[in-house]
C-alpha cells in the first residue's frame, strides 16, 4: 500500500513539475535553431506528461498532453 502511495505521489510530483516547465517555455525563438530546439523540448515534455498521466489512469489528460504534441509534430509516434 505504501508503494501505490509512493508511485501516486512520485507521478503527481512529476505532473506539476512538466506543467511548470511548459509554461515557461512560452517563447518560440527567434532563430531557426531555437525554434526547432524548443518545438522539440515542447514534444518531450507533453510526451512525459502524457505517460505520467497514463501510469495515474488520467486518461483524459494523457490524451490532451498527447494530441498537444501531435500538433506540433503529426508524426510523433510517441504520442500516439
Known sequence: EKEGFLFTQSHSYLV???DEDLEYI???GET???K????NMK???YNNLAACYLKLEEYK???SASE????LDP???KAL
Open 43 to 45: 514534444i518531450s515534455l
Open 36 to 39: 526547432s530546439l524548443l518545438k
Open 16 to 18: 506539476g513539475i512538466l
Open 26 to 28: 512560452n517563447y518560440e
Open 61 to 63: 489528460n494523457a490524451r
Open 32 to 34: 531557426p535553431d531555437e
Open 68 to 71: 498537444e504534441a501531435l500538433q
Open 75 to 77: 508524426n510523433q509516434t
